[in-house]
């Protein structure tokens, strides 16, 4: 697939506060990739900001998104399946760990890949990744033992769909900027259809066919999906012919960054506990036992909901407006979560909660764009996100281990729903550390 660019793109200088004219400065750049060189530079603000190219880059990454984040988040299913047949004999807290490296590792590629992204590099890493993914989800069939798991599906899988996910975060903001809150939520809702459609998937293989050939037919779809992402993904701006040092240490003298990168971590330490171990929590309450793995697909389909209307409402109202009282909701879901033991309360929880996450899964990444140059936000993401992502590491197994000391969810629930309070708090902070004010658009 070739990879044209339009005769205005951004200025390798320009930031998204500080407008120029179109042509009023002009610069041969070189493309890491196709090795063209020459290009129009102008304003960033000359972005398409829709149109059918721009679209379509967001229809491929949530392809991507589908098949990565959605797989990933269907690690509930897995969970509880390693719990009572493949891997029965091991604790809750060391199965864990297969899941934690997944999260961790969607998001620990970011500083390495936001480099790259940043020198022109994109659609030939993404490539690489989709192979990974694939042959990891066949290989994943094969394990027989733990280590096996924790590297096809921890690191492998890991891996390939942190790559997946660096370029769509990265990739979306070149055709966006007003509507960028909304783009980014249509980016994410990938993460919600597929994590609604593979535990679904998953459940019925499993109870009709092998383990083998669950991941054999979900490795087919998963293919699929990422077909789409290879033929449609593809970069508007220019590479920055200086990408700088591989980590600017001089984006952590803001203080508004260090705060909101905090924040990212602090809630990532237990963000994810509910949605891992919502389904084992229904079987352990003796809920039906295919209501109880529906729960994950009811709460990622419920985050749909809050991915695209807090995509509509943060470019209207500002993403960390949006983000506060959505994690707030998160928080209280969290703590609320472990007391939850028939029917209607667990449906109300995973609805609730897959709302309100979904929230602050679409736009995490929106206020990182306004901290800094357009042309950077490959770098000040990626930064970000691996920050982020030993949050996610972190936190699954912890709780697993409150879990294997207690015998019950709700001491769970308490380390967990304080962690996201914990981040609320410190959004705020960031807010007001942005805007200097108490109220405005942030």
């Not at 705020?428 to 942005?434: D, E, F, S, T, Y």
Request: aromatic share 12%.
């Amino acid at each position: 697939m070739t990879d044209p660019r339009p005769s205005s793109v951004a200025s390798s200088t320009a930031t998204a506060h500080t407008p120029r004219a179109a042509g009023s400065m002009k610069s041969p750049v070189g493309d890491a990739e196709t090795g063209a060189a020459g290009a129009n530079v102008a304003d960033v603000d000359d972005c398409p900001d829709g149109g059918l190219r721009a679209w379509l880059v967001v229809l491929g990454v949530s392809s991507g998104i589908c098949t990565t984040f959605g797989f990933v988040n269907a690690w509930g299913i897995f969970q509880a399946y390693y719990e009572q047949y493949a891997l029965r004999d091991m604790s809750p807290s060391d199965i864990a760990w297969i899941g934690s490296v997944q999260y961790a590792l969607v998001f620990m590629p970011g500083l390495a890949f936001g480099r790259l992204f940043d020198m022109g590099y994109l659609r030939l890493p993404v490539g690489l990744a989709s192979a990974l993914l694939v042959a990891c989800t066949f290989l994943t069939g094969e394990c027989t033992e733990f280590w096996h798991f924790l590297l096809c599906q921890g690191f492998g899988i890991g891996l390939a769909c942190g790559i997946v996910f660096s370029a769509g975060a990265g990739v979306v903001a070149h055709w966006f900027k007003k509507n960028l809150g909304l783009a980014l939520a249509c980016m994410a809702s990938g993460s919600s259809i597929g994590g609604t459609i593979f535990p679904i998937i998953l459940r019925n293989l499993i109870e009709t066919q092998s383990f083998q050939w669950t991941l054999r037919i979900t490795g087919f779809i998963v293919a699929a999906f990422l077909l789409v992402l290879n033929l449609t993904i593809q970069r508007r701006l220019p590479a920055n012919p200086h990408p700088g040092p591989f980590i600017d240490v001089d984006m952590f003298k803001s203080a508004t960054y260090v705060v909101y990168c905090l924040s990212l971590f602090v809630s990532f330490l237990g963000l994810y506990t509910c949605l891992t171990y919502l389904s084992l929590s229904g079987l352990l309450a003796g809920v039906d036992p295919d209501l109880s793995f529906y729960l994950l697909s009811i709460a990622n389909a419920c985050s749909l909901v809050g991915r695209l209307g807090g995509g509509v409402l943060a470019d209207r109202f500002g993403a960390m407006n949006v983000m506060i009282p959505g994690t707030l909701v998160a928080g209280v879901m969290t703590y609320a979560w472990p007391f939850a033991k028939t029917k209607g309360p667990l449906v109300a929880v995973a609805v609730l909660y897959g709302i309100s996450s979904g929230i602050f899964v679409a736009i995490m990444a929106q206020p990182l764009v306004r901290m800094g140059k357009v042309t950077e936000v490959g770098m000040r993401t990626g930064m970000a996100f691996t920050i982020m992502s030993f949050g996610a590491l972190a936190g699954p197994p912890i709780s697993g281990a409150i879990f294997d000391r207690t015998g019950k969810f709700e001491d769970v629930g308490y380390y967990a729903g304080s962690t996201v309070m914990g981040s609320v708090v410190l959004m705020i902070i960031a807010r007001q550390l942005l805007l200097g004010k108490l109220f405005g658009h942030a």
